[in-house]
């Protein structure tokens, strides 16, 4: 059985490099852009192509391996707590079903909403399983028999983060997620206040923090900029299935309240490239999702292929991908007097 600590011991070593390479190294949208210094890396959900996704352990693994940005999604324990966990169910990705056989609701889904932050606790990360016949999404990623992982808080994952830029020299940002805020509304489950007061209580306030704050739902990001009143950047996700907000005038509408866009990467491709200049044009950041090595759309012969037509073909500023050492890399050969330390604002 594959046990913990030889994840922990990857996990160290990299860090090592990445930890090594640091000390060696020693408003408004177009100011934050100016802030970026040029193309970012987003791991989503940690070094998931690696390790299980949304946990400590691929956070950590993730920054080693020089993301610029960490994305956590988040969710709501029952008790209030937001997790790092990319359903609101708990099945796909954790043991749920084995620990809690009889807490699943009227149409068989285990959802976080019903758990307590010390249920949750008791459970299990497992590599990420289709919920229509239980076969894993990639088969080929970390083994079944892994041990030891388990569901962080958002705040344990911000200390972490926060630690290894303590002892780096370095300012990696955090890339939150907050998911379907309307079913946690109707579960009388609030994110948005919780967010913005978690982040502040750590330090993430103003046009300068390091996070950006993403959401698919407009009325989400809205309340959390004119009601709340954050001026923390904004990110817009938009799916494939959102293709309303790509027109003309709802991207002038996300430009009111959103420092940029998230868009599947398919919008992109489909749109011959033309979405990231309209978006451009409006002074929205792009960052489009997802990038997979093990995944690569039919077109593409290699990853690198793929990162090259977004990156420096279609001209998006940043995305996000689950093998961040891959993009990592690939910018170093296209940007090589960018350093690695330059890029993530490492101070020593």
Not at 150 to 177: K, S, W
Not at 200 to 205: H, I, K, M, P
Not at 284 to 297: C, E, I, S
């Amino acid at each position: 059985m594959v046990h913990l600590r030889l994840t922990q011991a990857l996990t160290l070593a990299t860090l090592a490099a990445a930890t090594s390479t640091a000390l060696a190294g020693g408003a408004d949208r177009l100011e934050l852009a100016d802030r970026l210094e040029g193309k970012i890396v987003i791991a989503h959900r940690g070094a998931s192509g690696y390790l299980p996704e949304h946990t400590l352990e691929a956070y950590a693994l993730a920054y080693g391996m020089g993301a610029d940005y960490i994305e956590p999604d988040l969710v709501m324990t029952h008790d209030g707590v937001l997790i790092a966990l990319h359903d609101i169910h708990l099945e796909g990705t954790t043991d749920v079903e084995a620990v809690f056989p009889d807490r699943a609701r009227e149409d068989g889904r285990w959802y976080a909403a019903d758990f307590t932050l010390a249920e949750i606790k008791q459970l299990s990360v497992e590599e990420r399983e289709d919920g229509a016949n239980g076969a894993r999404v990639f088969p080929q990623r970390f083994p079944d028999d892994a041990e030891g992982f388990t569901v962080p808080t958002f705040e344990e994952m911000i200390r972490l983060v926060q630690g290894l830029n303590a002892v780096t020299g370095c300012d990696v940002g955090i890339y939150p997620e907050t998911k379907l805020p309307a079913f946690h509304d109707a579960e009388g489950l609030a994110m948005e206040q919780t967010l913005l007061t978690t982040l502040a209580e750590y330090g993430y306030r103003g046009r300068d923090a390091r996070v950006f704050v993403q959401s698919f739902d407009p009325a989400n990001l809205q309340e959390m900029r004119f009601e709340l009143g954050t001026d923390l950047p904004l990110v817009q996700l938009i799916s494939g299935g959102q293709q309303e907000l790509t027109e003309p005038a709802a991207l002038r509408r996300i430009a009111t309240y959103a420092d940029g866009i998230g868009p599947s990467k398919t919008l992109i491709e489909d749109s011959a490239g033309a979405l990231v200049a309209a978006a451009h044009a409006l002074d929205l950041l792009v960052h489009p999702y997802t990038f997979r090595a093990d995944a690569l759309p039919g077109q593409y012969q290699s990853l690198r292929q793929e990162l090259a037509q977004f990156y420096f073909g279609y001209g998006v500023d940043g995305l996000f991908t689950d093998q961040p050492n891959l993009a990592v890399d690939y910018l170093k050969l296209r940007q090589p007097a960018r350093r690695l330390a330059e890029r993530r604002r490492c101070s020593r």
